[in-house]
């Protein structure tokens, strides 16, 4: 089997994708019911609820430990990163993302005439404890399911 073919039949890669995408459409979703607007930008943005980042490594980490078992160095190895990737989505990226809204008002304050609208910093970067607790959450529901 060729490297190519061996990309499409990865069941664990497939298994994480979808669980992004749930939770990326969740993103859509969620904005509809809250802000009665149907967005589609959200589909695409980082941050919000839930938290894809956190739905892509757990959906990996269960999809790992159900081929290879909960007691092999593949899922430890795998849970250890996706614990990473969750605290780095709920601490540092949600700290850069206050950190961007108060340089936003900062700038603001300014008022620079040179600066243009688009230089202004992204202020949602990262997720709240539950928003990263829900994608996790999505991951091990979706990757339980694909692997019924």
Avoid at 80 to 98: C, H, P, Q, T
């Amino acid at each position: 089997m060729n490297a190519l073919e061996q990309l499409f039949s990865n069941k664990m890669l497939w298994v994480a994708i979808l669980s992004w995408f749930v939770a990326q459409l969740l993103k859509v979703i969620v904005t509809l019911w809250q802000e009665h607007r149907l967005d589609f930008s959200k589909f695409w943005a980082s941050g919000g609820m839930p938290s894809s980042h956190s739905s892509f490594v757990m959906a990996l980490t269960i999809s790992i430990g159900q081929i290879y078992g909960y007691d092999s160095a593949y899922f430890a190895i795998s849970m250890v990163f996706s614990f990473i990737v969750m605290y780095d989505a709920a601490n540092v990226r949600l700290e850069a993302g206050k950190q961007a809204a108060l340089i936003n008002q900062i700038i603001e304050v300014l008022e620079n005439p040179d600066l243009n609208p688009e230089d202004r910093l992204k202020e949602i970067l990262g997720h709240t404890p539950i928003q990263v607790l829900a994608g996790g959450i999505l991951g091990i529901v979706v990757s339980i399911l694909c692997f019924l």
